[in-house]
């Protein structure tokens, strides 16, 4: 089974500054890369993906970098804002969509007025 | 699009109570569907896949005859906690997948199962 590694656990930063959160996985078929924001007692929402065939996607204020080398993936958020306060999860995928998830343990971001 | 909807949000419930909790995809055909556990300041755990017409795939650890399964169409997959205990208090979400490679799963709102 994948295993999934994720840091830091918690994460607080400025409002403005950036956070940057990196999941390490283990089964080189990993093809798709969830990241997921989850507020307190709501289900995780995704907020960026990103396929084995691309390098870096950017959604506005958020981003996520892949290295399969490595086999490792990061979440960028840039400017934060006191909403972005959250548990961020990443959940690689090798299972093409008959596998459940392995999720990471969690980042609670905290954002600092 | 691709909604699905989990049923009921909020359960409390004395021990020993059987609790059912339903997911449903409301505008898509569910190839398969998962069910998840979270325990509060952890993260999701996967408990069972299950698909449409067939018995669930169990994790290490999950049983069987505790967390029925049933996926009797490709929109309704239930999960029934039989005889519930304090224990198995928890935060329950399923989410339901098209079986497309490379696609997000689609998550429900979850149920907060309170066992007295």
């Known amino acids: 089974g994948e295993n999934v590694e994720q840091h830091p656990s918690t994460l607080s930063v400025q409002e403005g500054d950036s956070a940057v959160i990196k999941c390490t996985y283990s089964?080189?078929?990993?093809?798709?890369f969830p990241w997921y924001k989850q507020e307190l007692g709501k289900r995780p929402q995704l907020i960026i993906d990103?396929?084995?065939?691309?390098g870096e996607k950017k959604d506005q204020r958020i981003a996520v970098t892949l290295n399969k080398t490595a086999k490792h993936f990061s979440l960028h958020i840039t400017e934060t804002q006191p909403e972005d306060s959250a548990v961020y999860f990443c959940?690689?995928?090798?299972?093409?969509?008959?596998?459940?998830?392995?999720f990471g343990k969690g980042t609670h971001l905290i954002i600092q007025p | 699009g691709a909604v699905v909807s989990q049923h009921p949000s909020r359960v409390i419930c004395k021990s020993g109570t059987s609790v059912k909790i339903e997911c449903r995809s409301l505008?898509?055909?569910?190839?398969?569907m998962f069910w998840y556990r979270q325990f509060p300041k952890q993260s999701l755990m996967l408990m069972a896949t299950?698909?449409?017409?067939?018995?669930?795939?169990?994790e290490q650890g999950v049983e069987k005859d505790k967390f029925l399964i049933n996926h009797a169409s490709l929109t309704l997959s239930t999960l029934t906690v039989t005889s519930a205990h304090p224990e198995d208090s928890s935060f329950y979400i399923c989410?339901?997948?098209?079986?497309?490679?490379?696609?997000?799963?689609?998550f429900g709102d979850g149920t907060r199962l309170s066992i007295l």
């Open positions: 989410s339901a997948s098209q079986g497309v490679r490379g696609q997000p799963q689609h």
């Open positions: 089964d080189s078929a990993s093809n798709y």
């Open positions: 990103i396929r084995s065939n691309v």
């Open positions: 959940a690689p995928d090798s299972g093409g969509g008959a596998d459940g998830l392995t």
């Open positions: 505008d898509f055909q569910a190839t398969t």
């Open positions: 299950s698909n449409e017409g067939s018995k669930a795939t169990y």
